[in-house]
């Protein structure tokens, strides 16, 4: 069964530093998405791709936060100086397409970050 | 005013019993309706779409009450598998964005 990708699976890093997450959705999917999920919260919607175009980062705080699909498959999600509130799971999920009603998501197993 | 709000729990029952939960939506124009399972520090997965007329899938059945902007998923002759945490989803009309709720937890005892 295709599944969605996600590298590293778990990350710790000192506040201020770099991260960058991995995503390689299901073949064939051109919407792509990166969601953050706090614990005992719901996954926030961070960046949506339809292929390699951003259709909605409205949730992004852009001032550290970067994400590309340059090639409209895999995707890359960065974050820039890392800090204390960003630890959480970073999921991505994949779609056939961006249309109401008939998007199920796949999700890949997340990656934990863990900002010290 | 949260877009999907769920009571958290967690609904602690035995196995073979009945539970059931609801989750509220705010926005009434909303069109789709889902539930999601999700393990312990693991990803959601669809569990079922929600219907307008309800719809069943084996133990879980799903009610969508437009009227009165919840839905509902109850399950019946709980197995310890079912133990999880429910996220509620909502499609965001207009920009087709799906909204999670905090998710509603269960655990099934033995």
């Known amino acids: 069964e295709a599944e969605v990708a996600q590298s590293p699976r778990y990350k710790i890093t000192e506040k201020s530093q770099a991260v960058a997450f991995w995503c390689d959705p299901i073949s064939g999917h051109a919407t792509l998405y990166w969601y953050r999920q706090i614990l005992g919260q719901g996954p926030e919607l961070l960046v949506q791709f339809q292929d390699e175009s951003v259709v909605d980062d409205s949730q992004l705080p852009k001032d550290r936060f970067s994400a590309e699909r340059l090639k409209g498959v895999d995707s890359t999600l960065k974050i820039q100086p890392a800090e204390l509130g960003d630890s959480a799971m970073y999921l991505c999920?994949?779609?056939?397409?961006?249309?109401?009603?008939?998007?199920?998501?796949?999700f890949g197993p997340g990656t934990r970050l863990t900002v010290l | 005013r949260k877009e999907v709000e769920q009571d958290p729990g967690p609904f602690n029952v035995p196995e073979g019993a009945t539970v059931a939960f609801n989750c509220t939506y705010s926005?009434?124009?909303?069109?789709?309706f889902f539930w999601y399972r999700q393990d312990c520090r693991k990803e959601p997965k669809l569990l079922m779409s929600v219907y307008s007329s309800g719809n069943e899938d084996g133990r879980f059945t799903a009610q969508l009450n437009r009227a009165s902007q919840y839905i509902s998923l109850l399950i019946r002759d709980s197995k310890l598998s079912d133990s999880a945490t429910y996220l509620c989803?909502?499609?965001?009309?207009?920009?087709?964005?799906?909204?999670f709720g905090a998710g509603t937890t269960v655990t099934v005892r033995a």
């Open positions: 989803v909502v499609n965001t009309p207009n920009d087709y964005k799906l909204s």
């Open positions: 999920a994949s779609s056939l397409a961006w249309v109401a009603g008939n998007n199920e998501q796949f």
């Open positions: 926005n009434s124009a909303s069109q789709s």
